[in-house]
């Protein structure tokens, strides 16, 4: 069974510094596709970040960036110059090919101006 | 691409009642899925449609939970003899199928509280 452990319940981080949420997941399957997805207060779930298990690259997008170690499982999410509006519940996730989604428990991250 | 579309956004209701809640996919996106989320919990898979089919179901959908997906675009969830434990957030996501990966787009979800 997939699972997904994201082991830090909460995170602060100061405004403009730079943050690390940790990811873990477990899988027999070699093709995937893992995600972070962030979930503002009372606001819908919107997607961060999308790493397909094939490609060594790590994805980028503006100041968010992941390292993938395919090896130990790894899927950590780096903010980098962070701002008040990246304060939100971050939900890594897993995917093989095209069935569901499974997500982890989430990580509150907060930022202190 | 005006988003996924959830209605209602709250529903208070009597335990042994029934509700229906209803998502509106995003219109070219072929899957449609439901989520269950509970208050600092990740969202729990439900089930899932392709087109009007239901493919898969969660093992979480017992028998007084129903999904249905008629024509292939709207889906409707509807809880039968609702319990306490039902209160939760239910999230609707819709993507294309084709090839893997490609992201979920959720609706701001229907928060369900059971009396």
């Known amino acids: 069974a997939q699972t997904v452990t994201q082991s830090q319940p909460e995170m602060s981080v100061q405004e403009a510094e730079t943050v690390t949420l940790s990811c873990t997941y477990d899988t027999s399957e070699s093709d995937y596709y893992l995600f972070w997805y962030k979930q503002p207060p009372s606001r819908q779930m919107i997607l961060v970040i999308r790493q397909e298990a094939y490609k060594q690259q790590n994805a980028t997008e503006n100041r968010f960036s992941v390292n993938f170690q395919k090896a130990a499982k790894s899927f950590s999410l780096k903010i980098s110059d962070s701002q008040l509006g990246d304060a939100a519940m971050y939900f890594c996730a897993y995917q093989t090919g095209a069935n569901n989604l499974f997500f982890g428990t989430g990580t509150r991250l907060t930022v202190i101006p | 691409d005006t988003g996924v579309s959830q209605d209602p956004r709250h529903k208070i209701t009597k335990r042994g009642q029934n509700v229906t809640f209803r998502c509106d996919p995003i219109?070219?996106?072929?899957?449609l899925y439901w989520y269950r989320q509970t208050l600092g919990q990740g969202p729990e898979f439900l089930t899932y449609f392709q087109n009007e089919a239901q493919l898969e179901k969660s093992r979480l959908l017992s028998d007084r939970f129903s999904a249905e997906r008629p024509k292939g675009s709207f889906s409707t969830l509807e809880i039968q003899r609702t319990e306490q434990g039902d209160s939760a957030m239910y999230l609707c996501a819709s993507r294309r199928s084709t090839g893997g990966g490609s992201p979920l787009h959720f609706g701001n979800g229907t928060r369900l509280t059971v009396t």
């Open positions: 219109s070219e996106h072929n899957r």
